[in-house]
């Protein structure tokens, strides 16, 4: 698994062999959305992979002005695979965007913005290597429907694994009532588990694609699943994310489903999540390792995690970064919006997995969700963790206890942070708190990102009526 080619000439001899008609160049916005335009391979050459492919950047939410349209897409060519879903042999290039005005990597380039983050981290001296092992979980439905309109508004989600189709009739079948139930489809063998096929074709495209698969399986929710991937290094981890989210859509498009990483998409069950694995390395060394103390984590790993929580709500306007992020935090699901750490405890925010030695040892931070972009969430994790080093930020902990049974007023009279409950509350954070940032994030790319999430987010989701307003408000 890995890397196909290693050069432009490797490129140019892996196009040849594979008779490719088409290079797909890939690109991420600020919410994390892949993009993509298509050239013909006899109109690629080594001067347009050097010097970069031209696209309007003013087309792209948040991005350029009419004016100042004109950007520069860079292949990263070593990023390049073979696409398994179109029907004429194509490669995709994933690439960065560069500002021809500024001469320089694009400031609202999530891509651009996570390099500079393994770079800052080197010029303070602190680590040389970041390496993050996101776990992105999602659903497969076999039917959505939704509508949004000014007297209108609901939508409809069916599996063959909801509960609610115990009394369905079926014209073309029987009921055949094997179901996983409200928080009951963790590991269940078939035919409850219904989707082993389907996640095994999905494993087996993203190894066509270059992602080392270690595992799959049925999640907790009716119709959730999740793979089990290699970790990586902040950019190919982040790399990685887009690839995978792309293989599970299109695998699950072609088998007449439909894929989504949506936190929230059903009332009553466990939410998908992204929980992140990351570590700090220096020279070769895990810096968040430390044999004998407790999960073996070095005091370096607890200040990264400290920092990580002080700066919660300024990180999870970029982790958490929807309005739907934070139906998935209430409490009863197994998304721990709790700020403490932990070793092996499912319940904290941050747990300390098992492992056996220096290669293994980690934290993981289980509070974000796959509708952050992965290269800004990565970015700004790292951001905090390295300002919680530099100001050997203590977080509250550890704490071994289920967390989950705790009240709202025990955890008060304990004085645990929490994640903050809304993507108001997050945004409003990053805009009173965001100097840890400024090392690599712009203040313009800063403002820009907040005015687009209220905008986009916040504001158009607080001015509509929901259906339950309607059942608690109506009669009034």
């Known amino acids: 698994m890995g890397k196909f080619v290693n050069s432009t000439e490797e490129f140019f001899a892996y196009c040849e062999e594979n008779d490719v008609q088409f290079v797909d160049l890939r690109f991420t916005d600020l919410k994390g ?10 109109a690629v050459n080594t001067g347009i992979i050097e010097g970069g492919f031209p696209f309007d950047g003013s087309s792209v939410d948040a991005w350029q002005p009419i004016n100042k349209s004109d950007m520069l897409l860079k292949a990263d060519i070593e990023t390049a695979f073979l696409d398994p879903f179109t029907a004429d042999p194509t490669i995709i290039v994933i690439c960065d965007i560069f500002d021809i005005y500024k001469g320089e990597l694009y400031e609202k380039c999530p891509r651009s913005i996570a390099k500079k983050a393994l770079k800052h981290a080197e010029e ?97 929710a009716q119709g959730q699943g999740e ?10 981890a982040s790399d990685n994310v887009q690839k995978y989210k792309y293989v599970v859509k299109m695998v699950a498009h072609l088998n007449g489903k439909t894929a989504t990483f949506m936190p929230k998409p059903l009332y009553g069950d466990n939410g998908n ?9 220096k020279d070769g060394k895990n810096l968040f390792y430390k044999e004998g103390e407790y999960g073996n984590l070095s005091q370096m790993a ?39 750490y932990s070793s092996q405890n499912r319940s904290a925010a941050c747990r300390i997995p098992y492992g056996a030695g220096e290669m293994a040892t980690r ?50 009279e304990k004085n645990i942070p929490q994640m903050p409950h809304t ?54």
Request: hydrophobic share 40%; net charge negative; charged share 20%.
């Open 423 to 476: 993507l108001r509350e997050s945004l409003e954070g990053l805009i009173g708190d965001n100097d840890f940032l400024k090392p690599v994030f712009t203040e313009e790319l800063i403002a820009t990102y907040q005015h687009y999430r209220f905008e986009r987010d916040v504001w158009p989701d607080e001015g509509r009526p929901t259906a339950y307003e309607f059942k608690t408000t109506y009669q009034c």
């Open 33 to 42: 959305a892949w993009h993509h335009l298509t050239y013909r391979m006899s």
């Open 363 to 412: 934290i993981e931070m289980r509070f974000p969700d796959s509708t952050a972009c992965p290269y800004l969430a990565f970015a700004v994790m790292m951001m905090a963790g390295l300002d919680g080093i530099k100001n050997a930020t203590v977080p509250v902990g550890p704490m071994d206890e289920d967390l989950f049974v705790l009240s709202l007023d025990e955890i008060r």
């Open 273 to 281: 999540g992204m929980h992140v694995h990351q570590s700090l390395w």
């Open 124 to 220: 303070i001296g602190i680590a040389d290597a970041a390496y993050f092992g996101p776990e992105n979980e999602f659903f497969i439905f076999d039917d959505v429907k939704f509508t949004d309109s000014i007297n209108e508004a609901g939508y409809k989600i069916d599996t063959e694994e909801g509960e609610w189709n115990s009394g369905t009739h079926y014209d073309d079948m029987y009921n055949t009532a094997h179901r996983p139930g409200t928080k009951g489809g963790y590991f269940p063998v078939q035919p409850t588990d219904s989707m082993v096929d389907l996640r095994a074709e999905m494993m087996l495209v993203l190894e066509q694609v270059g992602l080392e698969v270690i595992l799959g399986h049925h999640e907790v």
């Open 302 to 340: 607890i200040h990264y995690a400290g920092g990580i929580f002080k700066h919660a709500a300024a990180v999870s306007a970029f982790t958490n970064p929807t309005t739907n992020s934070y139906k998935r935090l209430l409490p009863g699901f197994e998304a721990p919006s709790i700020l403490t």
């Open 227 to 236: 793979i089990g991937i290699v970790f990586s290094d902040i950019i190919g």
